[in-house]
């Protein structure tokens, strides 16, 4: 049952729209468990009674998010309507509250309308929407991300995106340690030690082949290790980060706010991995960015494979927040025929947000 709150704010929702974005990869790209050669979204668009419009984006994924495009647009036509229709926007926590009782395991389908609200009300406050969140800092390097590859061509493709400016590389493996590290050791001898590099095995290792694996690549100087093992078993991870000496970063093992308290709580890693369609959206990932903080660690904001529009909310949240300190924010790099840009710059491997209001100019 939805109960509604009364607020003095005099401004409602009167148009609630969307749209299936479906975008091929230029490049189809393997982790450890699947191969990807294009991306649907699905668009948002609230409209209020002031003219004042919000965007929102969802990257459904079975893996992360437990939804598909189709189950995004159900939700939408059957509960998102009746929830924000001729309802104030400026009650987001109220909606977030709603959404997670009507639509569980659905977060990408929360992620769209946290960010269509938030990008609605940076609007009405004529803000860029990372200074409406805190605006602790208004730029940040993101890595670039090499899939599972052959050894040459993963090595032409880090030649490319370093030529390109990029600094940091993730690469992605998990499926054959010894190839991993192979790649790991001859990125380095062929590119030296002018950028950094990230490892992500995807839950491809088994405990004892992530330690071996980072023991072998000393002299690579991997910086992160993300997410080495299967995500049921979070004691693995804790096994990892006890054995090897750097940090032990969690993704698909932290998709809620309990996973946060309880990761950090029993220090079983070193560092979070924050998605917005993993975790359902802006106001969810500041919850559990604060957990994080408390435990004393740094954070990252990724990204699943999402439009400008989801990448612009990835950054602006990015910006916000002084322990976040890294971002993977380049799922939209391959994709084709996205209908949104300009809604930030990317310069020598650095996002910069946009100075227009909320997550930027969009001319749809």
């Avoid at 009167?14 to 982790?31: G, N, R, V, W």
Wanted: hydrophobic content about 40%; proline content about 4%; aromatic content about 6%.
């Amino acid at each position: 049952m939805i109960i509604y709150i009364k607020t003095g704010i005099k401004m409602k929702i009167t148009s609630i729209e969307y749209f299936k974005l479906e975008m091929p990869l230029a490049i189809p790209y393997t982790i450890a468990y699947e191969t990807v050669s294009s991306a649907t979204n699905v668009i948002l668009k609230l409209t209020t009674d002031k003219g004042i419009i919000g965007w929102g984006c969802a990257s459904p994924d079975l893996e992360v998010t437990g939804e598909t495009a189709e189950d995004v647009i159900h939700n939408i036509e059957t509960t998102v309507k009746e929830l924000l229709q001729n309802q104030s926007p400026f009650q987001l926590a109220y909606f977030t509250h709603q959404l997670k009782q009507l639509c569980p395991h659905a977060s990408s389908t929360m992620a769209m309308v946290d960010i269509a609200l938030h990008d609605l009300l940076a609007r009405k406050a004529k803000l860029p929407l990372y200074k409406l969140l805190g605006g602790y800092r208004n730029k940040i390097p993101t890595s670039i991300t090499i899939g599972i590859l052959p050894l040459r061509e993963t090595l032409e493709q880090a030649t490319y995106f370093l030529k390109k400016g990029f600094t940091i590389i993730k690469l992605k493996g998990g499926i054959s340690m010894e190839e991993d590290i192979e790649k790991i050791l001859k990125l380095r001898e062929h590119h030296g030690d002018e950028f950094l590099l990230r490892f992500d095995a995807n839950q491809g290792y088994t405990p004892s082949e992530a330690i071996s694996f980072i023991k072998k690549t000393t002299s690579a100087k991997i910086e992160i290790l993300e997410q080495p093992t299967q995500h049921g078993n979070e004691e693995h991870l804790g096994e990892v980060k006890r054995n090897i000496h750097i940090p032990v970063m969690a993704d698909e093992s932290m998709k809620t706010l309990k996973d946060a308290f309880r990761l950090t709580s029993n220090n079983l890693i070193d560092m979070v991995n924050i998605k917005l369609m993993k975790v359902g959206g802006i106001l969810e990932s500041q919850h559990i960015n604060s957990v994080a903080k408390a435990a004393g660690m740094e954070v990252m904001v990724g990204c699943l494979d999402e439009c400008a529009l989801g990448i612009s909310a990835g950054l602006h949240f990015a910006l916000s927040r002084p322990n976040i300190e890294y971002a993977d924010l380049d799922g939209h790099l391959d994709l084709l025929e996205d209908p949104f840009t300009d809604l930030f710059d990317l310069k020598n491997g650095i996002l910069y947000p946009s100075k227009d209001y909320g997550l930027g100019p969009i001319s749809l």
